[in-house]
């Protein structure tokens, strides 16, 4: 078992996949040895977004506050608060910030092979 304090894993950084913005991340488990997942939370400053990027496993975004429209495949669907998206494997995704509070995520997925 690990146990990880969140504000010990806290940095303000360009979001991924474009640098589009702004973001607070909470990289969780960046230290947890012989991991198979990741398990992020990340608030997108107002008008940042993750970029379009294609993923190689599938990945899950839970919306905790704010709004955004999330892509997949070309398909945009505004998402809230309480709403959880399923990305699957191969597919282009990206979400980007609306409204006018930041857009609070976590992020979860799969790592191809345990990090040491």
Not at 7 to 32: C, F, L, Y
Not at 58 to 79: K, M
Request: net charge neutral.
């Amino acid at each position: 078992m690990v146990v990880i304090d969140d504000e010990g894993t806290r940095v303000r950084q360009p979001v991924p996949h474009g640098n589009i913005g702004m973001s607070t991340a909470w990289r969780i488990t960046d230290k947890v040895p012989g991991r198979t997942m990741e398990f992020r939370r990340r608030t997108l400053d107002r008008g940042a977004a993750i970029g379009l990027h294609p993923i190689a496993h599938d990945e899950v975004y839970h919306v905790v506050s704010g709004e955004g429209d999330v892509t997949s495949d070309g398909v945009t669907r505004r998402v809230g608060a309480g709403t959880t998206v399923y990305l699957y494997d191969g597919a282009v995704v990206g979400i980007a910030q609306r409204g006018t509070k930041p857009l609070a995520l976590i992020v979860s997925y799969p790592l191809a092979e345990a990090v040491e």
